[in-house]
């Protein structure tokens, strides 16, 4: 157990609706990150915060978003969603620079 | 042009057959390079970190070596327990935030 813990573990929702991700870092860790795990694309960074503040932004479509809250939980939220977007869906956390970074068990998203 | 490679893709051993993966890089700097073990539907498993050519790392049949361009993972008679994705990535140093840029993995099977 990382203790990253992330919400939903699985979710089937239509085209074009809209969901949300939740994610618990684990005790004391300033730093979350979002990926994204397809089987042809292997895992893409999203977006990355740190207490509370947006750090560095990877491959993150218009479409998402997220946030990082005061206490220091986060959520991706995915709106309009289409059938690509399916796949598997991580949060991290780190304690900060340059420390080890820990991976949640992952929020499965199918777009029917 | 890929940051991260990995080979071989995939790869086939018996139990007891030493073998190493490979892992390639180009960055303009090197903060980290990073080993992870991910299991079919989990998330990545934080194995190992090194930050300068020439350092090692071990941790049971594993061991983790790097130069300035590559790192290989050796396994040493490996067990049907160490079959799964070995997925390398790297913290660049002129970069916003610290995000892993992931390669694409090597998925181990070893069978008895």
């Known amino acids: 157990d990382s203790g990253v813990t992330q919400t939903p573990k699985h979710l089937i929702t239509a085209t074009g609706q809209r969901v949300t991700l939740r994610c618990s870092p684990r005790s004391g860790d300033l730093s979350v990150y979002w990926y994204q795990q397809s089987l042809d694309q292997g895992l893409q960074f999203l977006i990355q915060y740190y207490n509370g503040e947006e750090r560095a932004k990877g491959n993150i479509l218009e479409r998402f978003s997220a946030q990082q809250f005061p206490d220091l939980h986060s959520e991706l939220n995915l709106s309009s969603l289409e059938l690509g977007d399916s796949a598997l869906y991580f949060c991290?956390?780190?304690?900060?620079?340059?420390?080890?970074?820990?991976f949640g068990e992952g929020s499965w998203l199918t777009v029917v | 042009e890929d940051q991260v490679t990995q080979s071989p893709e995939a790869l086939r051993l018996q139990e007891g057959e030493s073998s190493s993966l490979n892992c390639s890089y180009t960055v303009s700097g090197l903060r980290g390079l990073f080993w992870y073990r991910q299991d079919p539907g989990k998330g990545p498993e934080f194995l190992f970190t090194l930050y300068s050519a020439g350092e090692e790392k071990e941790k049971e049949r594993l061991k983790a070596t790097l130069t300035k361009k590559e790192s290989f993972l050796h396994i040493t008679a490996p067990k049907p327990e160490d079959s799964a994705t070995y997925l390398c990535?790297?913290?660049?140093?002129?970069?916003?935030?610290?995000?892993?840029?992931f390669g694409k993995g090597t998925t181990l099977s070893v069978s008895s």
């Open positions: 991290a956390s780190s304690a900060g620079s340059g420390n080890t970074i820990y």
């Open positions: 990535a790297v913290q660049e140093v002129e970069q916003a935030g610290t995000a892993l840029i």
